[in-house]
C-alpha cells in the first residue's frame, strides 16, 4: 500500500465516522419517536404496565445519549477512535481465535503422528523429550489450561483432579501465585499453542547424525 493510498484512508476516517453516526442517531430517533407516540389509557395509567413502558423508553433515551456522545468523540478525534475500534477488533478476534483444551490436544496428536513417521535415529530429541514430557504429565491428569479470554496458559498441577489424599485437596498445599509462572509450559495465541509449535520446529533433523 503506498502512502498516497493511506493518507486518503485517514482523510475518510472523519467523513466515514460521521455518516456512521448521523444513520445510528438517525435510527434511535426513529425508535423515540415511536415509543413517545404510544399513548396509554386511563385505566393503565400509573400501573406497571405504564412504568414498564416508561422504563424501556428511558434506557432508549439513555443508549441515544451514549451513541451520540461516542460518535462526537469519533468525530472529534477519528484518530483515536481508529487505534480504539482497531484494538477491539483484536480483542474480539482474540477471543474467538483462543485455543481450547481441545485444540491443544488435536495439536499435541498431530505432532505425535508427525515424529511417528520418522525413524528414531532422525527425530529431533528436543521434539521428542518434548512430547514425551506430554505424554507423561498427561498420563498423570496434572495438565491444566487456564484461559484469560484472548490467551491461555497451559500449566501443571500437583496432582490429578480425581486425587483426594490431603495433599491433593488441602487448601494449603495448592499451587502459589507469586510461583505460578514457573508451572507455565505452553502459551495459546491465536488458535495455537505456540511452544508446542516451536518445539516441532525441524522435528524429523537430529543433528547429532548430520
Request: with cysteine; net charge positive.
Amino acid at each position: 500500500m503506498s502512502l498516497n493510498s493511506g493518507a486518503r484512508g485517514f482523510r475518510r476516517a472523519p467523513s466515514l465516522f460521521r455518516n456512521t453516526f448521523e444513520q445510528l442517531k438517525t435510527r434511535y430517533d426513529r425508535l423515540q419517536a415511536r415509543l413517545d407516540a404510544i399513548t396509554f389509557p386511563e385505566r393503565y395509567k400509573g400501573t406497571i404496565l405504564e412504568k414498564w413502558a416508561m422504563y424501556w423508553k428511558n434506557l432508549v433515551i439513555d443508549y441515544k445519549e451514549m451513541v451520540i456522545d461516542t460518535g462526537r468523540t469519533m468525530r472529534d478525534r477519528p484518530m483515536r477512535s481508529s487505534v480504539y475500534v482497531s484494538l477491539l477488533a483484536g480483542s474480539l478476534y482474540a477471543g474467538a481465535r483462543n485455543p481450547s483444551e481441545t485444540d491443544f490436544y488435536d495439536q499435541f496428536r498431530r505432532a505425535y503422528n508427525q515424529l511417528s513417521l520418522v525413524h528414531p535415529t532422525c527425530q529431533n530429541p528436543i521434539a521428542s523429550q518434548h512430547l514425551t514430557f506430554l505424554e507423561r504429565c498427561h498420563n498423570e491428569g496434572i495438565l491444566r489450561r487456564l484461559s484469560l479470554g484472548v490467551v491461555s496458559f497451559l500449566w501443571l498441577d500437583n496432582y490429578d483432579k480425581g486425587l483426594a489424599i490431603y495433599k491433593a485437596v488441602c487448601p494449603y498445599l495448592q499451587p502459589r501465585y507469586m510461583t505460578f509462572h514457573e508451572r507455565i509450559i505452553d502459551v495459546g495465541f491465536n488458535g495455537k499453542f505456540w511452544v508446542l509449535e516451536r518445539k516441532m520446529i525441524d522435528y524429523d533433523i537430529n543433528e547429532e547424525n548430520l
